[in-house]
């Protein structure tokens, strides 16, 4: 089957990949079923790139796959934070049904929790469906042996089990081996050396985002002398801090002058850049057509370290939309509906089923997932979920903020405050209270709310060892007083 016939299915609302499957089982080829790129940053904001509203960070390369395909204006990740929004990508569940809606700490090595293994990851299901599989960049869902990505369906790992990693290699090579050399033993783990599936990396001097980028190069290069699929989620570390730029990238933004905001921006248009090289080997591998690129962030900016949510209220870990609505697009040429917008809610928990499908890929029998397939939505602009929620729990200490959209409709409960109601289609900014207007309203999704959360388990482990003991100290999650209305 031809480009020619796959337009013709996506121009119906039919996957092109359900009739490309039945011909990869007739011809014995998986040839046309998509490469799905999954490019994931770290803490990038709402308008910190062009295609999404940035006036002074350039982004040429993001931009123009974005504007040659569906940009989602309203994309959310499960989590404001980024360990348990990673956890939801890879197991389509809320990171609250599975004990992991917090960050694992990294302050030592030596630590053995993870994603628990009964949850079985996307990449597992789209390695068994004959997809070569790697993951590039930041994992943060465990350290111990059976956490780590080669035993959770990746074929290939490159790069740190930490929450983050300085960039420069020179710097954090010479502060580990000064670490080593005085016999510490739990080294702090932004400065430990990459790896290459379980063993230390044969790494370079490259910039760190230069280095993935590469490594990504690498990986497509490798399926296309495979023959095969591949499924690469590519999870950048940038802009995430430790705020460090090379020069040459910093000179381009020489008239932002507040120094966060600039190496900031030099952060993320090394990212674009990166992504430049890879389309471009893509293309020259006659790949790039039959390529499913999604670009997103793992949660909204820090705007202390020089990221911006505008025009979103909030900052990375609120329940306010700035902390888990992110800039999103969708490109796959002649299949992706090219220059346009799709303005309905849509989560990061969809990856899962939609991948799935798209791979010709199995559910797990028994597998649980909190999100749905929303290709033929997509492709024919319809609402993929329309009178169903989208959520979003930050526990803090002692109390939880929620964030809770249905349709044009959210309800916010923050910092030990009143539930508040906004428009948010009207209202994206969330200015505009109309819980006293509407207290009917507020009552119905609070309830909804409230019944979606029995579900949710103990957490497995905590970020600090101070956020455990308050946790049990509290009664947390202290729902009772979490959902209580005046």
Same mark, same amino acid.
């Given at each position: ?276 090289? *890879? $389309? !471009?080997?893509? %293309? &020259?591998?006659?790949?790039?057509? @039959? ?7 793992? =949660? ?110 959210? *309800? $916010? !409960?923050?910092? %030990? &405050?009143?539930?508040?109601?906004? @428009? ?7 200015? =505009? ?54």
């Amino acid at each position: 089957m031809n480009f020619s016939n796959k337009i013709k299915f996506a121009i119906c609302g039919i996957s092109p990949l359900i009739v490309s499957n039945v011909v990869a089982k007739t011809n014995n080829t998986q040839t046309l079923r998509p490469n799905i790129l999954v490019v994931l940053c770290d803490d990038l904001g709402y308008s910190d790139v062009g295609f999404n509203g940035s006036k002074d960070i350039k982004t040429p390369v993001l931009d123009d796959l974005a504007n040659h395909g569906t940009i989602f204006s309203s994309a959310y990740v499960a989590h404001p934070f980024s360990g348990p929004s990673r956890a939801s990508i890879m197991t389509g569940r809320y990171s609250q049904f599975i004990g992991a809606p917090f960050n694992l700490s990294d302050d030592t090595e030596d630590i053995r929790e993870g994603v628990p293994v009964t949850e079985t990851f996307i990449s597992k299901v789209l390695q068994k469906s004959g997809y070569y599989t790697s993951a590039i960049g930041k994992w943060h869902l465990g350290y111990d042996k059976q956490f780590q990505p080669n035993s959770r369906g990746f074929d290939d790992f490159y790069g740190f089990l930490g929450g983050g990693h300085n960039y420069f290699p020179k710097q954090y090579k010479t502060a580990y081996q000064k670490q080593l050399n005085v016999g510490k033993k739990n080294i702090f783990v932004y400065i430990t050396p990459l790896l290459h599936n379980r063993e230390k990396a044969n790494e370079n001097d490259e910039y760190i985002t230069d280095n993935f980028s590469h490594q990504a190069i690498r990986v497509v290069n490798e399926a296309a002398e495979m023959k095969k699929p591949f499924f690469m989620y590519l999870a950048y570390n940038a802009p995430h801090v430790p705020l460090e730029a090379k020069e040459e990238d910093m000179a381009k933004f020489s008239e932002i002058k507040d120094i966060k905001r600039r190496t900031f921006a030099a952060m993320v248009y090394a990212v674009d850049r990166g992504v430049g090289e *890879i $389309v !471009k080997t893509l %293309k &020259a591998n006659h790949q790039f057509e @039959n390529t499913l690129i999604v670009f997103l962030s793992d =949660n909204g900016a820090n705007i202390e370290h020089g990221g911006t949510n505008f025009p979103l209220k909030g900052t990375k870990g609120d329940t306010w939309e700035g902390g888990y609505r992110v800039p999103m697009f969708f490109h796959w040429p002649n299949v992706i509906p090219s220059g346009k917008r799709f303005d309905y809610p849509v989560s990061s928990l969809d990856f899962y089923p939609t991948f799935t499908k798209l791979a010709g890929g199995k559910i797990p029998k028994g597998k649980i997932l909190d999100g749905k397939d929303i290709w033929n939505d997509v492709i024919t602009g319809k609402n993929p979920r329309k009178g169903q929620m989208i959520y979003a729990v930050r526990y803090r200490n002692g109390f939880t903020d929620v964030g809770a959209r249905k349709d044009d409709w959210k *309800i $916010v !409960k923050f910092f %030990k &405050a009143p539930w508040k109601l906004f @428009n948010i289609t009207e209202d994206i900014s969330e200015r =505009n209270d109309l819980s006293a207007k509407y207290p009917e309203k507020v009552e119905q999704m609070v309830s909804e709310t409230e019944k979606w959360s029995r579900g949710h388990v103990t957490p497995l482990w905590f970020n600090t060892e101070k956020e455990k003991i308050i946790w049990f100290e509290t009664g947390m999650p202290n729902y009772k007083e979490t959902f209580k209305l005046p």
